[in-house]
């Protein structure tokens, strides 16, 4: 249906923190459903057919990497957006649910605000968010995620992690145009303040060390990835 709103699927076993995303979420015009028992998830996932899904990762009989590979299985999921909303801050943690599949990875005590945001990103303005990508191509332009490397024509740079991820947020978003809010919220979370100096000064550093103009200020806080 033209007119269906989007829909969000939630699993995790603590009620309150459940009904809390429901209540937020509902408010935000989505149709959400929520699931606190782990072993029924994929086939409420299914017989939803939600366009995006929050997943706890620590729940009893299957956690939330474990149902993310599930769906990842399933056709019908392959492109569905899956962010995990977690207690645990653990590295480990974080690489194992992005190397699931999981788009991105937001803890709970800092990141209910940061949850919301990136799904209106996702759902309304179409932005994308898929940490699980690996590399990213787009013509002589190479971006690898886990050795945060760029190359760029041979030319082989290792970027540190601000400049990595404002970069890579930028390649799976080209042409489009971004606004500084979006880039501070999406990239580095609600919780976070740079001034906006900060994000001139990456992306000026990126221009340095690659050797080329690849994001270009449109406007005072807009900004647009140009290479493709």
């Given at each position: 249906m033209?007119n269906?709103?989007?829909?969000?699927?939630?699993?995790d076993?603590?009620?309150?923190?459940?009904?809390?995303?429901?209540?937020?979420?509902?408010r935000?015009?989505?149709?959400?459903?929520?699931?606190?028992?782990?072993?029924?998830?994929?086939n409420?996932?299914?017989?939803?057919?939600?366009?995006?899904?929050?997943?706890?990762i620590?729940?009893?009989?299957?956690?939330?990497?474990?149902?993310?590979?599930?769906?990842?299985?399933?056709?019908?999921?392959?492109?569905?957006?899956i962010?995990?909303l977690?207690?645990?801050?653990e590295?480990?943690?974080?690489?194992?649910?992005?190397?699931?599949?999981?788009?991105?990875?937001?803890?709970?005590?800092?990141?209910l605000?940061?949850?919301?945001?990136?799904v209106?990103?996702?759902?309304?303005k179409?932005?994308?968010?898929?940490?699980?990508?690996?590399?990213?191509?787009?013509g002589?332009?190479?971006?690898?995620?886990?050795?945060?490397?760029?190359?760029?024509?041979?030319?082989?740079?290792?970027?540190?992690?601000?400049?990595?991820?404002?970069?890579y947020?930028?390649?799976?978003?080209?042409?489009?145009i971004?606004?500084?809010?979006?880039?501070?919220?999406?990239?580095?979370?609600?919780?976070?303040?740079l001034?906006?100096?900060?994000?001139?000064?990456?992306?000026q550093?990126?221009k340095?060390?690659?050797?080329?103009?690849?994001?270009?200020?449109?406007?005072?806080?807009?900004?647009?990835?140009?290479?493709?």
């Amino acid at each position: 249906m033209a007119n269906r709103k989007n829909r969000i699927l939630i699993v995790d076993d603590d009620k309150d923190i459940l009904d809390l995303l429901i209540y937020n979420l509902e408010r935000e015009g989505y149709e959400v459903r929520g699931e606190t028992k782990s072993l029924k998830s994929v086939n409420t996932a299914i017989e939803f057919n939600p366009d995006l899904i929050i997943l706890d990762i620590m729940m009893p009989y299957l956690n939330g990497i474990e149902i993310c590979k599930q769906l990842r299985s399933l056709d019908t999921f392959r492109g569905t957006y899956i962010f995990f909303l977690t207690a645990k801050s653990e590295k480990h943690l974080q690489v194992e649910a992005l190397n699931t599949g999981g788009d991105d990875y937001i803890e709970k005590i800092t990141g209910l605000r940061a949850l919301s945001y990136k799904v209106g990103s996702v759902l309304k303005k179409k932005l994308v968010i898929r940490k699980s990508v690996r590399e990213i191509k787009l013509g002589d332009f190479l971006i690898e995620r886990n050795t945060r490397t760029v190359t760029y024509r041979g030319k082989q740079i290792e970027l540190p992690i601000h400049e990595f991820e404002l970069l890579y947020f930028f390649a799976q978003n080209p042409k489009k145009i971004i606004t500084e809010d979006n880039l501070l919220h999406n990239i580095w979370g609600s919780e976070v303040y740079l001034f906006a100096k900060s994000v001139d000064i990456y992306i000026q550093n990126i221009k340095q060390k690659i050797g080329a103009a690849l994001i270009s200020k449109v406007k005072d806080d807009r900004y647009r990835f140009e290479m493709i």
